[in-house]
């Protein structure tokens, strides 16, 4: 079994910074992709970055390129997101997901656990 809990969501203004964090339970942790998606009011969930269970590649969405980074600590059983110039458009509930398979992946379908959410608001 398997639990992951996020913590980091909040309110912040246009232009600010929050950093989510997701703890795992489990032993596969380590050996396991995982990855971040967000679901906004009315729209279906969406990928937002993934990262490999080296931690050694990452892959993000279009529109968080370079100003999200993803990152794991495989010591500590957790994955980051740290958001950086943020928009309104990013304002919606972030989860966290773990993929049975050490290769990232960018479809909800391919994670098998997921966390319950952490919002985050973002005012213009």
């Known amino acids: 079994q398997v639990e992951l809990v996020e913590s980091g969501g909040g309110l912040v203004q246009a232009g600010g910074s929050l950093r989510l964090s997701c703890a795992a339970s489990?032993?596969?942790?380590?050996?396991?992709?995982m990855g971040w998606f967000r679901q906004a009011p009315g729209k279906e969930r969406e990928f937002v970055a993934t990262?490999?269970?080296?931690?050694?590649?990452?892959y993000y969405a279009d529109s968080v390129k370079g100003r999200f980074t993803i990152s794991r600590d495989n010591a500590k059983n957790t994955v980051s997101l740290q958001m950086n110039s943020l928009q309104p458009e990013d304002t919606a509930v972030y989860y966290c997901?773990?993929?049975?398979?050490?290769?990232?992946?960018?479809?909800?379908?391919?994670?098998?656990?997921w966390g319950q959410g952490t919002q985050v608001t973002v005012s213009s």
């Open positions: 990262i490999t269970w080296t931690g050694g590649t990452t």
């Open positions: 489990g032993r596969t942790f380590s050996s396991s992709a």
């Open positions: 997901a773990r993929r049975n398979n050490g290769n990232y992946a960018t479809t909800a379908g391919a994670y098998d656990y």
